[in-house]
């Protein structure tokens, strides 16, 4: 299995999947959406729906460059951005029982200039 194989299997996979892909697609009203019903209320105190739209948005478009690591409740993934190539060390952790909302989102640039 591929490295976005690996992530459909896991419930952290699906929901970076999902996330990333309407960021791809640039569809804001959805995304937001999306973080506002996805996250849990504490991942929303700690930085809010429109602070993680504004991040995302920054960083724009990206692919699955390696998955690092996964299981069914988290993922660490390499993320490479279209604009700059840049590489960003992805991590994403969800919750156990369903709906599997997000829990820990956080990216980190690895070649900063």
Do not use: C, W
Not at 22 to 51: C, K, M, W
Not at 57 to 77: I, N, P
Request: hydrophobic share 35%.
């Amino acid at each position: 299995m591929g490295d976005k194989g690996a992530l459909v299997t896991s419930n952290a996979g699906m929901r970076l999947i999902a996330q990333q892909t309407l960021l791809n697609r640039g569809d804001a009203d959805r995304l937001r959406h999306f973080i506002r019903e996805s996250y849990t209320p504490d991942a929303l105190e700690t930085q809010s729906v429109d602070d993680r739209l504004a991040d995302l948005q920054q960083t724009g478009k990206q692919r699955v460059f390696q998955v690092l690591a996964v299981d069914k409740h988290q993922a660490l993934v390499l993320m490479q951005a279209q604009r700059d190539e840049g590489l960003y060390m992805t991590q994403i952790n969800v919750e156990e029982d369903y709906p599997h909302r997000i829990t820990v989102y956080s990216q980190q640039p690895l070649n900063e200039a």
